[in-house]
């Protein structure tokens, strides 16, 4: 202890002490992040790698860059992990329709075989969070609850997905989309990855047990349907304002013109 | 019967008669329902609109009180139990886990809460219609000032009880609504917190808020709007009811029908269908799906949170102020000699002015107008809203004004339906906030001029038949057929305000205000349309065709036959 108070004033002690604290973060921010990649690695082989590079120079490379590391018109791609190609190539956002606030869903543009090969592509660039697997994304099993996944729901997502997930707008054209008949596996990568203006909600933050209640509370609400009848898509009192002036008034007035017109 | 009193009195002979015999000769009914059953009441499909009020208030009181008996006004923390599985343990007020058993655990709940919705929704859109009717008829003339000031404080009320209804259930969206109308109440300088304190009886939202807008929505305000309804109704039998112009009708008169018995059984009938509309709406469209939001947090809010329609355009105004004009900051904070006290502009100014603005003109217009028009007279006659143009631009520009602030509480489904930037939405609208009012003037003011000179061409030449006949020397002309008697009567027989210059008083001066009324008088009716004399009208009709008259020359290139 004595050696250390000594040199303490030692001209490189300030830069032993900022070369530890960056091993101290670094070493935490390690820890962390493989803490968040997802468990089940779906099996790649290398020919699939191979396979991938080809997708990619052919169809990505001109925004992403060779090798995948980014250009002016997109970003790099390496270490975004293959749950993020899953879900942009597999909910047809990418490629990209048009240069735009943000990336329009569409029929996705590859097969399912070429979308895992370009994501075992993008993997074997850089750690990231992979394709989730079936147990995670299972909501039969025991334990899962969906109201606990509706509170979390509104606490996380609600802000810009609206309650009843049926989506909102974003500032300069962007919006969160509805979530209505999103695949489980599509929620769960989007929650990983952070996809467009989405944060990443990483395992610290929400943990895979509760991903797992968000998406059977939105499998729920999507199932059970709208138990007053038509939901007017959900909007809440805008369309319902909408509808009683347009429809409900315009029956009424059909009906004032009605009875006046037979006066006696 | 041996008197000699009473050999002429009425002796029913089945025992229902009797029954109603003895009622009558105690209560005196039938001297009532002769004086009522014969009252006329004119008869025209706009005059239905008051009807359609009261008859979705009677609803909203029925569906209402069926409510009551299970609804818990209580903010006190339960875990719900009920069926409905994506809450089930969660954490709630009672108020809300209520509204939940009455959606899904009680027979007939669900249909119930949404017949009082919709019919709440129906009320204010049907008084807010009547309103625009009453208002661009001229219907609010002397001598029923007083009852226009009687249905605007309604339109008040009206809003009012929506407005503590929505926040009764205690879930998501309505708590959202209730903490803007915290911040609104506390942005008030000085005294805005402590009335945000008293009013939630601590820090928002507190415990007590719940069961205090449930008195205030199912005892007080239900009270005053029945008494309001009730010296409005017996306003409307003083007054008699206005009526459009016509042949035989005038301010002396009332043309129609008696309300015994074809206009009670029509009122009675238009009960039921409005009562059928709106049950028919709430069977098959849901409404406030409350299991949707959750219970009422104050972290989470939601995107796609609006207020009921009627508050809208309060939100809207919010939505579009901005924090910054011009680089100056409208947040500022004034040191007291107490300490420091925030000023925020940014919330003051949308929540108040827009509202006070609109509320100001609407309570004073009738006033404002006679004060212009120097027209003291008693009006029973309605004017077509063409024949009022000056009148009908104002009602359109506070439309307009009105509508943009409602559109603004939806700028963010604008922008995600319309594919449109969510900025631009709000850029655009506080632009048309600004100008929007002014073109509205300007276009109804045009289009109702245009429509009075294309009356006054029917009335002297007779509508275009579209048949073209080429005369033996080769002209071509269109033949115009006049218009029956009685419909030229509406063309033609209508008031019309002249420009009015300032007069001086006793003394000879002119004062200031009376010179301001001039100038308005001269920009509201400088380029009017003047109804046909009868002069004018023999003139045109005296020679067949080609009837030209001396100060009408500003239509001779209209072709005529």
């Known amino acids: 202890m004595k050696a250390l108070s000594q040199r303490r004033r030692h001209p490189l002690a300030a830069i032993a002490l900022l070369l530890m604290g960056l091993l101290v973060t670094g070493g935490i921010y390690a820890v962390a992040s493989t803490a968040n990649e997802a468990q089940a690695q779906t099996a790649v082989s290398a020919s699939d790698v191979e396979e991938g590079e080809k997708l990619f120079v052919a169809n990505c490379a001109t925004c992403h860059g060779m090798g995948a590391s980014g250009t002016e018109d ?24 048009m240069q735009g606030p943000q990336a329009q869903v569409k029929p996705p543009q590859f097969t399912d075989e070429q979308t895992r090969q370009m994501a075992a592509y993008v993997a074997s660039l850089g750690a ?7 147990e995670v994304l299972d909501t039969t099993g025991e334990g899962v609850d969906p109201a606990n996944g509706g509170e979390l729901f509104r606490v996380n997502c609600a802000m810009c997905h609206n309650a009843a997930a049926a989506g909102g707008a974003l500032t300069r054209g962007k919006f969160a989309p509805g979530l209505e008949g999103v695949s489980a596996k599509h929620t769960y990568e989007a929650m990983v990855t952070g996809p467009q203006n989405m944060p990443v909600f990483n395992d610290a933050n929400i943990t895979p047990e509760e991903k797992q209640d968000i998406i059977a509370f939105l499998e729920v609400i999507d199932e059970q349907g709208s138990p007053g009848g038509a939901d007017l898509g959900a909007l809440g009192p805008v369309s319902e304002g909408l509808f009683i002036w347009v429809a409900g008034l315009g029956v009424i007035i059909a009906f004032t013109v009605w009875l006046t017109s037979r006066s006696s | 019967m041996s008197s ?12 229902v008669g009797r029954i109603t015999n003895f009622v009558d000769s105690r209560v005196g009914g039938s001297a009532m329902v002769k004086e009522f059953g014969r009252k006329i009441f004119p008869d025209h499909w706009t005059f239905m609109f008051g009807e359609v009020a009261l008859y979705t208030f009677v609803i909203l009181l029925l569906s209402g009180t069926f409510l009551t008996f299970f609804f818990d006004p209580s903010m006190t923390e339960v875990a719900y139990d009920g069926s409905y599985v994506p809450l089930r343990g969660i954490e709630m007020s009672a108020a809300y886990a209520s509204s939940l058993d009455i959606s899904f655990d009680i027979r007939g709940g669900l249909f119930m809460r949404q017949v009082h919705h919709w019919s709440a929704l129906l009320f204010v859109a049907a008084v807010s219609v009547h309103m625009l009717r009453v208002f661009f008829t001229g219907a609010f003339r002397k001598p029923r000032e007083l009852n226009w ?13 929506g407005f503590t209804g929505y926040s009764l259930p205690d879930d ?33 939202p507190g415990t007590v808020i719940i069961p205090r807008l449930y008195v205030l929505h199912i005892l007080l305000i239900p009270a005053l709007i029945l008494l309001l309804i009730a010296i409005h109704l017996f306003m409307v039998v003083a007054h008699k009811h206005t009526q459009f112009p016509g042949p035989g009708r005038t301010n002396d008169n009332v043309v129609g029908y008696p309300v015994g018995p074809v206009y009670a059984a029509k009122a009675g009938g238009f009960f039921f269908i409005v009562f059928g509309v709106v049950a028919a709406i709430s069977a098959a469209f849901t ?27 309060v939100d809207g105004a919010l939505r579009l102020m901005p924090g910054i004009i011009a680089g100056i900051p409208l947040e500022w904070e004034i040191p007291f000699p107490w300490g420091v006290n925030t000023l925020s502009l940014n919330v003051l100014l949308p929540a108040l002015v827009p509202a006070g603005l609109v509320f100001t003109l609407m309570f004073a217009w009738p006033w404002i107008e006679s004060w212009i028009t120097k027209d003291k007279r008693e009006h029973h006659l309605l004017d077509r ?18 509508c943009v602030m409602w559109a603004a509480a939806s700028s963010d489904l604008i922008a995600t339906h319309f594919m449109v930037s969510l900025n631009d939405v709000t850029y655009w609208l506080r632009v048309l906030f600004v100008i929007g009012p002014f073109i509205g003037f300007i276009v109804a003011r045009r289009i109702a001029l245009a429509l009075q000179r294309k009356d006054r061409e029917i009335a002297l030449h007779g509508r275009e038949t579209g048949r073209i006949v080429r005369l033996p020397h080769g002209e071509f002309i269109e033949v115009h057929e006049q218009v029956d008697a009685y419909k030229r009567y509406t063309l033609v027989n209508f008031e019309s305000h002249e420009v009015l210059p300032a007069e001086a008083d006793v003394n000879g001066h002119v004062p200031k205000n009376e010179k301001r009324r001039a100038w308005i008088s001269k920009f509201f009716f400088e380029d009017r349309v003047a109804p046909v004399t009868p002069a004018e009208l023999e003139a045109a009709h005296s020679h067949g065709h080609h009837g030209e008259v001396a100060g009408e020359h500003d239509k001779a290139s209209i072709s005529s036959h």
Do not use: C, H
């Open chain 2, 385 to 402: 809203p063409r024949n009022a143009p000056a009148r009908t631009a104002v009602g359109v520009a506070g439309v307009v004004f009105y």
């Open chain 2, 4 to 15: 000699s009193t009473v050999v002429n009195e009425y002796q029913p002979k089945t025992s």
């Open chain 1, 74 to 97: 997109g970003p790099s791609l390496v270490g975004v992990g293959a749950a993020s190609v899953d879900f942009q190539v597999g909910t047809g956002r990418m490629p990209l329709q």
């Open chain 2, 149 to 161: 000031v009687v249905g605007s404080v309604l339109l008040i009320l009206a809003m009012a009880a």
């Open chain 2, 172 to 204: 998501l969206l309505s708590g959202n609504g209730l903490r803007i109308i915290d911040g609104v109440i506390k942005s008030i300088p000085v005294i805005g917190t402590y009335i945000s304190f008293f009013l939630f009886g601590g820090e928002f």
């Open chain 2, 287 to 313: 409404i406030n799906p409350i299991w949707n939001y959750g219970p009422y947090d104050p972290s989470p809010v939601s995107a796609g949170t609006q207020p009921d329609w009627y508050i809208g355009w």
């Open chain 1, 128 to 134: 990231g969070p992979a394709i989730p697997g079936e």
